[in-house]
């Protein structure tokens, strides 16, 4: 094992993921690399920030840490870790799996110089760079998360998000109510909701008569869920070439959060 960092998983964090982790193919030679440590590098880079090439030497290889983060990228690992992770994390919270309704926003983040895919300017915010749009529930647990240019809308990319919601059926069968900001609202939006996927759409207005910091109703939730997400060095920028990755790492900055929660 490497020496611990502030990012290390203890051993009974690491044994409410290792179930989660697909067995080792058949055939070939026996694994012989510590998914343990693996999950450790990993989650050092998305704490930490750093490159690929520039993890510590006292990790496995790498080339193989990348290989085992794609490949969980590909076919769907951290997906489901991160979803079993929420339900394990909302069920001892004393609330059902799922939950009866949700927070949508976005968040503008700068793309490094190297990245070219899927960037975009948002006018608004003055960022040039990619468009996280999430939805959390009312614990600020991310339950959707969509990669977009920045220049996307709000609406568009909401579409988009609450759409990857709805796909997931029966985990969220619960949901009735969607909360979001005044770049949500607009008839076509909310009919669009009401229409494709069965949800009510309430829009929360900032109180104009008030000036500086103030927490608006609901809304405060999911800005907490994504100051939550600066606190990895690596989603502070953007430094992905693929929305996949952006997204991945999302999710392995929640799963970091979640477990540590439960353990």
């Given at each position: 094992?490497?020496?611990?960092?502030?990012?290390?998983?203890?051993?009974?964090?690491?044994?409410?993921?290792?179930?989660l982790?697909?067995?080792?193919?058949?055939?070939?030679?026996?694994?012989?690399?510590?998914l343990?440590?693996?999950?450790?590098?990993?989650?050092?880079?998305?704490?930490?920030?750093?490159?690929?090439?520039?993890?510590?030497s006292?990790?496995?290889?790498?080339?193989?840490?990348?290989?085992?983060?794609?490949?969980?990228?590909?076919?769907?690992?951290?997906?489901?870790?991160?979803?079993?992770?929420r339900?394990?994390?909302?069920?001892?919270?004393?609330?059902?799996?799922?939950?009866?309704?949700?927070?949508?926003?976005?968040?503008s983040?700068?793309?490094?110089?190297?990245?070219h895919?899927?960037?975009?300017?948002?006018?608004?915010?003055?960022?040039?760079?990619?468009?996280?749009?999430?939805?959390?529930?009312?614990?600020?647990?991310?339950?959707?998360?969509?990669?977009?240019?920045?220049?996307?809308?709000?609406?568009?990319?909401?579409?988009?998000?609450?759409?990857?919601?709805?796909?997931?059926?029966?985990?969220?069968?619960?949901?009735?109510?969607?909360?979001?900001d005044?770049?949500?609202?607009g008839?076509?939006?909310?009919?669009w909701?009401m229409?494709t996927?069965?949800?009510?759409?309430?829009?929360?207005?900032?109180?104009?008569?008030?000036?500086?910091?103030?927490?608006?109703?609901?809304?405060?939730?999911?800005?907490?869920?994504?100051?939550?997400?600066?606190?990895?060095?690596?989603?502070?920028?953007?430094?992905?070439?693929?929305?996949?990755?952006?997204?991945?790492?999302?999710?392995?900055?929640?799963?970091?959060?979640?477990?540590?929660?439960?353990?």
């Open positions: 094992m490497s020496k611990a960092y502030t990012s290390t998983l203890i051993r009974d964090q690491f044994e409410l993921i290792a179930p982790l697909p067995p080792a193919k058949p055939g070939g030679r026996p694994r012989s690399v510590c343990w440590a693996v999950l450790n590098a990993i989650l050092y880079l998305v704490k930490h920030g750093c490159t690929w090439r520039d993890l510590p006292d990790f496995p290889a790498w080339q193989t840490v990348y290989t085992d983060y794609r490949t969980w990228v590909n076919d769907g690992t951290w997906e489901a870790i991160h979803d079993r992770l339900a394990w994390v909302r069920v001892s919270e004393g609330r059902p799996e799922s939950p009866s309704e949700v927070i949508l926003d976005s968040r983040v700068a793309t490094a110089p190297m990245v895919r899927a960037v975009g300017f948002d006018a608004a915010q003055k960022t040039k760079g990619r468009k996280h749009h999430g939805v959390v529930d009312t614990l600020g647990l991310m339950m959707a998360v969509v990669i977009t240019a920045a220049s996307v809308t709000e609406r568009a990319g909401g579409k988009q998000v609450l759409q990857k919601l709805h796909q997931m059926g029966a985990a969220m069968a619960r949901i009735d109510l969607v909360w979001v005044g770049g949500y609202s008839f076509k939006f909310i009919q909701t229409d996927l069965g949800w009510i759409v309430e829009v929360v207005l900032r109180p104009k008569e008030v000036k500086g910091v103030v927490l608006v109703k609901k809304r405060w939730i999911v800005e907490r869920t994504f100051g939550w997400l600066r606190w990895s060095r690596r989603l502070v920028q953007d430094y992905e070439q693929l929305p996949e990755n952006s997204e991945a790492m999302v999710k392995i900055a929640m799963i970091r959060i979640m477990v540590r929660r439960l353990a």
